[in-house]
């Protein structure tokens, strides 16, 4: 978003999810690449476990921004296939995971045939579109009995620093949704898929101080402010980031979701 964007539609993307899924990823790729955590080892081996992922699976990595999951996904042998509307979270995947082949397509509309993947996985992304449509939309671009994972790296904020930075940087008054959220409900009640197999992994991420504060500096919500505001809230972050012993550790909750298409 330009630097110059009028307050009320600021205030307008901020509220509306899905306006700030879009816009909040338009640019910065290279932070986001930096800063943000890959998923633990653990984690990725048990939704790969639980989806039967492997050498031949057909994988669909939607929201793929810069690859994170898919990088992972791509070691167990699959053939993976990622789907980003982001141009810039294209760029950056290009250059990290340039052998897998990637298309520009929102969520609900995948320019797929119906039955083409063994597997789909959202990584850090089903609250920008957790809707029946969506849900539907990847069961028919998977073959009958194929599984589903969403995954998220929630900030751990029964931990003193993560409270904090969660509040100087606002991330309680913009979260697109609240840490720990229960999307397996989401998915229950479409009727799509089921049962739905929950479960909760914990890793902490090392960072340095300008790490730290890029991890900030990545969030949608932030992307989208207008610089001044910006700035006032990177600047108190950099102020709490001084105050920490390097590595500074920021500790994660995982929460998978796993099912098949009914
Ligand atoms: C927090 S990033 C997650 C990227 C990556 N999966 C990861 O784990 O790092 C959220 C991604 O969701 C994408 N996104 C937002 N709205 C979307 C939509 N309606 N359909 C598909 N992707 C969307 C954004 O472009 C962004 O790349």
Redesign the pocket.
């Given at each position: 978003m330009p630097e110059e964007t009028p307050p009320d539609d600021v205030e307008r993307v901020l509220a509306d999810k899905?306006l700030l899924?879009?816009s909040g990823?338009s640019s910065g790729s290279d932070v986001y690449e930096r800063a943000?955590p890959g998923y633990s080892d653990e984690s990725v081996t048990h939704l790969v476990d639980s989806l039967g992922i492997g050498p031949g699976s057909r994988v669909l990595d939607?929201?793929?921004?810069?690859g994170?999951?898919t990088r992972s996904l791509v070691a167990t042998g699959a053939t993976c296939v990622a789907?980003?509307?982001?141009a810039s979270?294209r760029a950056s995947f290009a250059q990290v995971v340039p052998d897998v082949a990637q298309v520009g397509a929102?969520?609900?509309r995948l320019p797929f045939a119906s039955g083409s993947f063994d597997a789909v996985t959202v990584?850090?992304?089903f609250h920008?579109?957790a809707t029946t449509e969506a849900l539907a939309e990847f069961a028919r671009v998977l073959r009958p009995g194929g599984g589903l994972a969403l995954i998220w790296n929630e900030r751990d904020e029964s931990d003193p620093l993560v409270a904090e930075l969660a509040r100087i940087s606002k991330w309680d008054v913009h979260q697109p949704y609240p840490v720990g959220r229960d999307f397996g409900v989401v998915v229950d009640r479409s009727g799509c898929f089921g049962p739905v197999i929950r479960t909760r992994f914990r890793f902490t991420q090392p960072l340095d101080r300008t790490s730290f504060v890029e991890q900030v500096a990545s969030r949608s919500y932030i992307v989208v402010l207008p610089e001044e505001r910006r700035r006032a809230i990177l600047d108190d972050v950099a102020a709490l980031a001084a105050g920490a012993e390097e590595p500074i550790g920021l500790p994660y909750l995982v929460d998978l979701f796993c099912a098949r298409v009914r």
């Open positions: 899905s899924g879009r990823f943000r939607v929201a793929s921004g810069t994170k999951l789907a980003e509307p982001s979270m929102d969520a609900v990584a850090q992304a920008w579109f």
